[in-house]
């Protein structure tokens, strides 16, 4: 199970134009193979009267499923290249399709290749990519006394607080990386003196955004 993947930012489109011909590229995630054809039959629906409309995929965090489809261009010219920017940038859940407008003027393999690739290159620069951090919710519990000094100390910390829940005691709830809840129960054992309670909650993603 990985701690962390890379994937894209948000949705997006990004156009070029080479040699009078459109490349619109279309980026999104995609969490099943599913979500990806989905998302694929939406754009071709789009662009139907597009010359091509090639697309590529890759879902799982082992990158278990992997696709790419040339849809009418030679083989080995778009999908493949499409595919293999997302492997060379470590990308997974992400599903992109380029759509062709054909200018009048040939491209040869060699051209359709890098115009598939700069295409989607320069369409993931544009939407970001982000790193999702597994995380494990650590709610610490405690008695209202300890929540000044609980609630600073953990916004000043590296961990990133949740949510506060006001009852008959106070729940504070904070994400912690899956390899780092020993040493986060440890130090809230000891800023609280052992009157605070800390449990294991449910695993959710955080994400942060790359230069």
Not at 43 to 57: F, G, L, P, Q, T
Request: aromatic share 8%.
């Amino acid at each position: 199970m990985l701690t962390s993947y890379y994937t894209v930012k948000q949705p997006g489109t990004h156009e070029i134009v080479i040699q009078k011909s459109r490349f619109i590229t279309f980026v999104r995630r995609a969490y099943t193979e599913e979500e990806a054809q989905s998302f694929i039959e939406e754009v071709k629906k789009e662009h139907k009267n597009a010359n091509h409309n090639c697309s590529a995929y890759l879902i799982g965090e082992q990158d278990h499923i992997q696709k790419a489809n040339d849809d009418g261009e030679p083989s080995g010219t778009a999908g493949v290249p499409m595919l293999d920017v997302l492997k060379k940038q470590k990308l997974k859940n992400t599903v992109v399709v380029v759509t062709r407008y054909f200018g009048g003027i040939k491209l040869g393999a060699g051209g359709l290749i890098r115009a598939y690739g700069s295409s989607v290159t320069e369409a993931i620069s544009a939407v970001g990519v982000v790193e999702r951090i597994r995380t494990q919710i650590m709610t610490v519990t405690a008695d209202y006394t300890l929540l000044g000094k609980l609630e600073n100390d953990i916004r000043r910390s590296s961990y990133q607080l949740k949510d506060i829940r006001y009852e008959e005691n106070v729940h504070i709830d904070t994400y912690v990386a899956a390899a780092e809840t020993e040493t986060f129960t440890a130090w809230i054992t000891e800023l609280s003196n052992g009157q605070a309670e800390v449990k294991e909650g449910n695993t959710a993603f955080l994400e942060r955004t790359l230069e």
